[in-house]
């Protein structure tokens, strides 16, 4: 099992770089015959990295989330399966390769240091925790879905306000479609999310008596959870629409992004178990 795991390891990357070098053909050339094949691609390296992470956690005896490179690969699994539902549910292909690129460099760094780990922590073996980490890092790269159909929104929408229609006009779908994605994409991590958290409310106080709820990792992950919640909440109660929308789903990934920056590096969590 372990030579299959570390051949694994050494694939992935490649199938990512290939399914990223495919998209990417498409979105230059825009020939029909890429568009299914593509797809193909993209659940094949799927296929693929659910037997590693599953592998992983058998053979370790534990889900792959005890290090920051474990992490990694689910991170890259995450978001490329992520945008394969949205994709299966819009049916909008055109925007594959920025959000693929995203998974070959978390699969890549991944591959390149990962750490095979049998003694760890027993916390970590607790597969209440492991869904709550999935689930997690499911929402987050819903949120991350988000913040790049944000960034082709606003870059979209700069080129039709300055009169200039080049290549991202052509290939991107309309404004409207964009800010859709970009709240499904929202909605799917928001709702994901708020099911991690609920698991870790549940399962916290029996593996971690004396915590706290002032604990860093916390606020933040609560600050984050009240901000996309308050898009859901904007769009299904006061039918806040399009560019305000984008622009606050950015601001929420920015606090993410500074909120997993400030507890790794800064702030002292039950959450540090490695």
């Given amino acids: 099992m372990i030579s299959a795991i570390q051949t694994l390891n050494i694939l992935l990357p490649i199938l990512y770089g290939i399914t990223f070098a495919v998209y990417l053909y498409d979105f230059v050339k825009d020939t029909r015959s890429m568009s299914d094949s593509k797809r193909i691609f993209l659940f094949l390296t799927l296929m693929i990295h659910i037997f590693y992470l599953l592998a992983r956690t058998i053979e370790f005896d534990h889900t792959p989330i005890t290090n920051k490179f474990e992490i990694f690969t689910l991170l890259a699994f995450s978001i490329s399966f992520s945008y394969f539902v949205l994709e ?17 460099i978390f699969q890549l760094i991944s591959s390149l240091f990962i750490e095979d780990l049998f003694e760890v922590a027993e916390v970590l073996r607790n597969r209440l925790l492991g869904l709550h980490v999935v689930s997690s890092m499911l929402g987050y790269s819903g949120f991350t879905l988000a913040a790049v159909y944000g960034i082709l929104y606003l870059m979209l929408y700069n080129e039709i306000k300055m009169n200039k229609f080049g290549l991202i006009f052509k290939r991107l779908p309309s404004l409207e479609t964009l800010y859709k994605l970009c709240f499904y994409s929202v909605l799917i991590g928001f709702v994901l999310l708020t099911f991690g958290v609920v698991i870790g409310v549940i399962w916290l106080p029996s593996a971690f008596p004396n915590f706290s709820y002032s604990d ?12 996309f919640g308050f898009i859901v909440a904007a769009k299904f109660i006061a039918n806040w629409h399009g560019k305000i929308v984008v622009n606050i789903a950015l601001f929420g990934y920015l606090v993410m992004i500074l909120s997993i920056v400030f507890t790794i590096i800064f702030a002292n969590s039950f959450h540090s178990f490695y």
């Fill in 88 to 104: 299966l549910l819009t049916d909008v292909r055109g925007t594959g390769l920025f959000i693929i690129l995203f998974s070959f």
């Fill in 216 to 227: 860093p990792k916390l606020i933040t992950t609560g600050i984050v959870w009240l901000i």
